[in-house]
């Protein structure tokens, strides 16, 4: 099977929520999501070849979204949801609204990241093997900046799945795709206060039913950092307080019986997390695919790091002491502003 005719047979989900922070919100979501379809337009394998194109918004004006259509060059399903909607619902709201007649597989992507222009190609091509894979995770990062590079190694890390070669523990919701049938048995599901974790939490899932997820590194998209300092600083602290939610489903996938205890432990348990994802991360620097850091340079990346981690660790301490400040339903539906152009 050739990716062509994997494509023909594929949907491609968008989802708009992390377009909704920001003055002038409705604006911006239509100018940031055009430029992201624009750059779909002109992939190698573009969205034309596709079966299905869906795209959920809470807002979008009719004339937006016949902008989207006509740089797209062909039609696409515009799915309307509600401002309480979450980030994880609407990729299930999203994947709700392909057609199983249709789509053997769906791409999940985020239109506030920046594709490759062989992204989807990329991602696509381990579905053309005689032993394809179930599910495929493409490759995640910052821009390769000195601060990029830095929180790439704490945002978008990924660990092998011993048990399978060329697999991968876990993955990002903007840069994965499913075989259909498997995404309709696991889909997201609600993990209330938390702002984005769900999808670790369905790579334990995934790895515990022993469904091998396939990691493709040349499936490249860039995220896009918060458009001003002060909604980075709340991202992280964001990030540290999902870290309290996430302890319980890591200690009870990857650590013994003995210490369970540490689900229970407050603050304690989320700080034993982060301190060692902070030497992950340490290692990890100049091994994620990004030009490497070197000198002053790679001093500066490490610095970075711990000093990020120190402010995630800070919102896992508050949470693990009962400040809740994410909020403790819909949590996923915040939203921070990635308009700016890169």
């Given at each position: ?10 949907a ?12 002038d ?8 999501l ?20 869906v ?8 004339a ?5 259509a ?10 309307r949801?509600?401002?309480a ?7 299930n709201?999203?994947?709700a ?5 249709r ?27 005689a ?8 490759r995640t990062?910052?821009?390769d ?15 092998p ?10 993955f ?6 499913f ?23 369905l ?21 896009r950092?918060?458009?001003t300092r002060?909604e ?34 407050g ?9 060692t ?9 100049n ?16 610095a ?27 949590a ?11």
């Amino acid at each position: 099977m050739m990716p062509d005719q994997v494509a023909a047979r594929c949907a491609l989900v968008l989802e708009t929520n992390n377009l909704r922070g920001g003055a002038d919100a409705e604006a911006a979501a239509s100018t940031s999501l055009q430029r992201l379809v624009a750059l779909l337009a002109k992939q190698q394998v573009p969205l034309t070849a596709l079966a299905q194109v869906v795209i959920t918004h809470d807002g979008l004006s009719a004339a937006s979204c016949e902008a989207v259509a006509a740089l797209a060059g062909r039609p696409i399903d515009f799915v309307r949801i509600d401002a309480a909607t979450g980030y994880y619902d609407a990729k299930n709201v999203g994947f709700a609204a392909t057609d199983a007649a249709r789509c053997d597989h769906v791409v999940f992507a985020d239109a506030d990241c920046l594709p490759d222009d062989d992204w989807l190609l990329q991602m696509l091509t381990p579905f053309t093997r005689a032993d394809a894979p179930a599910v495929v995770a493409g490759r995640t990062s910052y821009a390769d900046s000195i601060v990029g590079t830095a929180l790439t190694t704490i945002d978008f890390m990924y660990f092998p799945n011993a048990d399978h070669a060329g697999a991968t523990s876990n993955f990002y919701a903007n840069n994965v795709a499913f075989r259909r049938d498997v995404f309709e048995q696991h889909s997201y599901q609600a993990l209330d206060g938390v702002y984005r974790a769900h999808c670790q939490v369905l790579g334990m899932r995934l790895k515990a039913a022993d469904v091998p997820i396939h990691y493709a590194a040349a499936a490249h998209t860039e995220h896009r950092l918060p458009d001003t300092r002060a909604e980075a600083l709340k991202l992280r602290w964001m990030r540290g307080q999902d870290t309290y939610s996430l302890t319980p489903h890591l200690l009870r996938s990857y650590v013994s019986s003995r210490w369970q205890w540490l689900a229970r432990s407050g603050p304690i348990g989320p700080l034993c997390v982060l301190f060692t994802r902070l030497g992950f991360s340490v290692r990890a620097l100049n091994h994620q695919d990004l030009p490497p850091l070197r000198g002053l340079r790679w001093l500066a990346g490490v610095a970075l790091i711990v000093g990020f981690s120190a402010i995630d660790m800070l919102g896992a301490f508050a949470r693990g002491i009962g400040l809740h400040t994410t909020g403790r339903t819909n949590a996923d539906a915040q939203a921070l502003s990635y308009h700016r152009p890169t």
